[in-house]
Nanobody
Framework: QLQAFGGGWVQAGGSLRLSCAAS?????MGWFRQAPGKEREFVAG????????FASDSVRGRFTISRDNAKNTVYLQMHNLNPEDTAVYYC????????????????WGQGTLVTVSS
């Protein structure tokens, strides 16, 4: 079970941190987002046991994925947000090694809305 929270409203240039609490640890944790009228897209992911992280080109350098082992929680720290980042953000997990495709992920949390105003 995954629970994502931390979304909200922010002005362009601002920051937000999303959290995803997992009931159990899996190999891969990831963040995806879906903007109105658009398909779900990959944002960032990590392989938990080896701390390997990867991100989409659109957020690299602005967003950082990290973890808290003790809390089984994964974070998405977002800086320098712009209106194009407005979307519902979803956390997802995979039992095995997953990468950027949503099809590779087994479990999904509910979304949390991020709204960035100009």
């Amino acid at each position: 079970q995954l629970q994502a929270f931390g979304g909200g409203w922010v002005q362009a240039g601002g920051s937000l941190r999303l959290s995803c609490a997992a009931s159990e640890r899996t190999f891969t944790m990831g963040w995806f987002r879906q903007a109105p009228g658009k398909e779900r897209e990959f944002v960032a992911g990590m392989w938990w046991s080896v701390t390997y992280t990867f991100a989409s080109d659109s957020v690299r350098g602005r967003f950082t994925i990290s973890r808290d082992n003790a809390k089984n929680t994964v974070y998405l720290q977002m800086h320098n947000l712009n209106p194009e980042d407005t979307a519902v953000y979803y956390c997802a997990s995979a039992d095995g090694r997953a990468y950027r495709s949503a099809d590779e992920y087994d479990y999904w949390g509910q979304g949390t809305l991020v709204t960035v105003s100009s």
